[in-house]
């Protein structure tokens, strides 16, 4: 199985701050055949079901506020989330979809200082 | 536009089974598959499963081999999943959601069922 070991845990911050996500797959997410990464990033509050905002590793999502960037490939991953408002107070996972089984980084919650 | 609508949330006894559904619209039930994922409280997310309801191909983590039984309902378009000999670890929020595209990331979720094991 594909390891997501994604960090940190928490992360406390004010608005108008930048934060970064970080996601590690213990194997390689680029697909030789489309040289696209099957890495996903997902945007979960309490009481949703998740959001996607990112796939094949950095394609926003339609809708997805431009501050929401992913970057990264192989086997490193992040999340870079710039001027932070109070609606991004969130839980965020990263998806590997290369292989099965699916599997999710343990999460990231981001919280207000 | 793309929906997925799940059942109500379940209180079953331990040992016992559940059946939960999804039901979708807005596209061509029988030409995606339709995944499930497992959220206890407070904890991540897990990949159960996916079934192709256009010829019933399923496919399972092999976590939950004899835990789920996934199924669908081609006239109904209405994917289910069946969980046998709850315990409580198998107290949980359960998603269903549907691929972009064959081995796509999720794209469209529903909006989970509750299940909640106890005496």
């Known amino acids: 199985d594909i390891v997501m070991t994604q960090s940190p845990f928490s992360l406390a911050v004010s608005e108008g701050e930048m934060v970064t996500i970080n996601c590690k797959s213990s194997q390689s997410l680029l697909s030789s055949g489309n040289q696209k990464n099957y890495l996903a990033w997902y945007q979960q509050k309490p009481g949703q079901s998740p959001k996607l905002l990112i796939y094949y590793a950095s394609t926003r999502q339609s809708g997805v506020p431009d501050r929401f960037i992913g970057s990264g490939s192989g086997t490193d991953f992040t999340l870079t989330i710039s001027d932070v408002q109070a609606e991004d107070l969130a839980d965020y996972y990263c998806l590997q979809h290369y292989s099965y089984p699916y599997t999710f980084g343990a999460g990231t919650k981001l919280e207000l200082k | 536009q793309v929906q997925l609508q799940q059942s109500g949330a379940e209180l079953v006894k331990p040992g016992s089974s559940v059946k939960i559904s999804c039901k979708a619209s807005g596209y061509t039930f029988t030409s995606y598959d339709m995944h499930w994922i497992k959220q206890q409280p407070g904890n991540g997310l897990e990949w159960i499963g996916w079934?192709?309801?256009?010829?019933?191909?399923?496919k399972y983590n092999q976590k939950f081999n004899g835990k789920a039984t996934l199924t669908a309902d081609k006239s109904s378009s209405t994917a289910y999943m069946q969980l046998s000999s709850l315990t409580s670890e198998d107290s949980a929020v359960y998603f269903c959601a549907r691929p972009w595209t064959t081995r796509g990331w999720f794209a469209y979720w529903g909006q989970g069922t509750l299940v909640t094991v106890s005496s």
């Open positions: 079934i192709y309801p256009g010829n019933g191909n399923t």
